[in-house]
């Protein structure tokens, strides 16, 4: 039923360089991510491609791009983190109440010390639900899918009784920068995006941490054997995917201005879909930074240009799920597309 | 394990779940005496109806060792898709013709996942998470966004028909519609297919060791693509009930529902690697979940810790069997 990616590194390097392109996943990815962009550039030149929309669409996709590297990091090792966007919902709520209720409507030099309170709070929140969320995987031993599942409600859970379930609003000036702010022009969420998939780029494919992560992922029992400390470097990989959801979350919480119980949870299926269009394999072992940075930049290209093109919000869904399955299928069977010949199956 | 066989086994969920049950009612009759009383029990019935078809489901992929989150967005294009239809083209269809275009209507959409999964060989989770888009996304985009709220009169009729009906000492009424005999419809036929059938075996025998399976002989293939069509024809069951009952087709309904049904057969024991799962632990699991949703506050709970108590009983739930077994894998080790 499962059927691998064609990535095994076992295999004799093909002949030419463009052979050897053309059989990379995040190669076909680059290929389409390049293609929906000069399609939508094509069909609606003076508004996709302004300097407008541009900048608008580097404001957008970077909160649910870092989800989608929380969702990556834990799919590499055969796990999944469904309790992100909880995570998220709970740290912005945590950071909320620490600059309405406590900073109360403080400005200037004051305000930025409560807001550092307030983000530390937040990263701390993100660090403790990663905590959690790592020892009844990695200790009590629970399926990823499962200890998620009912941490992401017990967490967006508590940010229902913290707040009743409605928004909590008023924050100082200092907290729109890093949802709104510009720095030498650039939008701050995509120079924060830019930087957590830099570092986590270097971080699974330079230091011996990612390697123990890829390996665990792609034979546990084997990783064991090669003295992998599983326990440790399991709760390592949680912590962080929920240090990221908690970065999402301040994100979020300066884009709307707000935080509530249940913002994003649209986000959940979308960051899994994002992964795994990026060419990560669910079952743990593969994947790569770029191929999630370009579905993401796939993702956003279509759904910003859908929208120029005035079609309705929902056909998004649609043709997210289209594109999903696509290249799920182009993965699998890419004899079916000629990228390139496979000999037939033993 | 063997010799433990005739003690009672506390790590079992079918076990742990009845008591947390019997434990919650307890606790809630203790608090209000009115708690134990007949309109209680038709709440929770009625309650289950939907999340029941839904978990019965969602427990024969489980079983398979699949997994499908796209039957709730089947359920939901079905419902709206079905009561347009008659609306607009033979609004005098009684209500077994509107079940029939339902279930005919999920299991075409179910054949869809059916053939990804077979054919082409992707993993079931992917496959139904990118379904659960294109059937709400389909739905939406191209036969409408607002809700009907005159249902076709075969659907009507069918949410007016009850089983049973009574008036509380303080005059309220409580009833149990007649949809509540197609929840026990549908776990009869389960329970049959399951456990009467070669069918049923070749389910469990797939979900047991999937290479297994294919050498002793099973058609793979054709039980897995069975499996997803009796699905979606479920969910299309569960989609018509569900409008029926509320008396509107909702098309924004169901959707977001589905990891709580899964957290609802996990709780009754079913297992995401395949292989296990009963319809009683299924039914059991369901039931808890129904009881949180509907009676917290009668134990005292304000209503908003809600999702908190159904998050750790899922936690709960999954934890002590996965530790117990961890812990028997040490000490064999």
């Known amino acids: ?346 | 394990m063997q010799l433990s066989s005739l003690r009672i086994d506390w790590t079992r969920n079918e076990t742990l779940v009845p008591l947390v049950i019997i434990a919650f009612c307890a606790l809630a009759a203790f608090s209000d005496p009115s708690f134990l009383s007949i309109p209680t029990l038709t709440d929770l019935l009625r309650g289950s109806i939907v999340l029941g078809i839904f978990a019965v489901a969602a427990m024969l992929v489980l079983i398979s060792g699949g997994i499908d989150v796209s039957f709730t967005a089947v359920a939901a294009f079905t419902m709206y898709s079905t009561a347009m239809l008659l609306n607009t083209l033979a609004p005098d269809l009684p209500w077994y013709a509107a079940i029939g275009i339902g279930m005919a209507m999920g299991a075409a959409l179910g054949s869809i996942n059916g053939i990804l999964i077979v054919g082409f060989g992707l993993p079931t989770l992917i496959v139904t998470l990118g379904t659960l888009s294109i059937f709400r996304g389909f739905m939406l985009t191209f036969i409408g966004q607002k809700q009907i709220t005159t249902l076709p009169p075969g659907m009507r009729e069918f949410g007016r028909m009850m089983m049973i009906r009574g008036t509380n000492p303080d005059g309220s009424f409580y009833s149990l519609p007649w949809a509540f005999a197609a929840t026990v419809g549908v776990i009869v036929v389960t329970w049959f297919i399951l456990h009467k059938t070669m069918l049923g075996r070749s389910i469990f025998a797939i979900g047991g060791s999937l290479e297994s399976a294919r050498r002793i002989g099973i058609n793979v293939r054709a039980t897995q693509f069975f499996i997803y069509v009796y699905v979606g024809a479920l969910a299309g069951l569960a989609g018509i009930i569900h409008s029926s009952m509320a008396r509107v087709a909702n098309p924004f309904d169901l959707v977001g529902l589905e990891l709580s049904v899964i957290a609802a057969v996990v709780l009754g024991g079913a297992r995401l690697t395949g292989g296990h799962g009963t319809l009683t632990g299924t039914l059991l699991g369901v039931a808890l979940i129904v009881l949180v949703r509907n009676s917290l506050v009668v134990i005292g709970v304000p209503a908003t810790w809600q999702m908190v108590v159904i998050g750790l009983l899922i936690l709960i739930g999954t934890g002590l069997p996965a530790w117990q077994a961890k812990r028997a894998a040490a000490r064999a080790a």
């Open chain 1, 1 to 346: 039923m499962l059927e691998k990616a064609n990535d095994n590194p076992l295999r004799p390097a093909a002949p030419s360089l463009f052979a050897r392109l053309a059989a990379s996943q995040e190669a076909r990815l680059a290929v389409i991510t390049v293609l929906v962009f000069a399609l939508m550039g094509a069909l609606s030149p003076e508004r996709f491609l302004s300097v407008q929309n541009i900048t608008s669409m580097a404001f957008q996709f970077p909160e649910f791009a870092i989800l989608a590297l929380a969702m990556t990091l834990t799919m590499l090792t055969g796990g999944i983190d469904l309790s992100v966007v909880g995570i998220a919902n709970l740290s912005a709520i945590i950071a909320a109440t620490i600059l309405t209720q406590l900073a109360g409507g403080t400005q200037g030099a004051d305000a930025l010390g409560w807001y550092a309170l307030s983000v530390a709070a937040a990263l701390a929140v993100g660090l403790i639900a990663g905590l959690f969320n790592g020892l009844l995987v990695a200790v009590l031993g629970l399926p990823a899918i499962l200890a998620t599942l009912g941490s992401g409600l017990v967490f967006s859970g508590f940010a229902v009784v913290l707040t009743g379930g409605s928004a909590v609003m008023g924050f100082p000036e200092v907290a729109a920068f890093i949802g709104n702010g510009r720095m030498l022009g650039i939008p701050v969420p995509l120079v924060l995006f830019g930087l957590l998939a830099a570092a986590l780029a270097f971080v699974l494919s330079r230091t011996a941490f990612g390697l123990k992560v890829q390996m665990l992922g792609a034979n546990p029992l084997a990783a064991r054997f090669a003295a992998v400390d599983v326990t440790a470097t399991l709760i390592k990989v949680y912590v962080g995917s929920g240090v990221l959801a908690s970065i999402a979350g301040l994100l979020i919480m300066s884009r709307a201005n707000s935080a509530k119980a249940d913002y994003g949870s649209s986000y959940l299926l979308l960051a899994v879909l994002i992964a795994v269009l990026g060419g990560v394999n669910p079952y743990g072992g593969y994947g790569r930074v770029i191929g999630v940075v370009l579905a993401v930049l796939a993702m956003q290209f279509l759904s910003s240009g859908l929208n120029m093109l005035q079609v309705s919000n929902f056909s998004r869904e649609l043709i997210w799920g289209v594109l999903l399955i696509f290249v799920m299928i182009v993965n699998a069977r890419p004899d079916l597309f000629q990228f390139k010949r496979r000999p037939p199956a033993a």
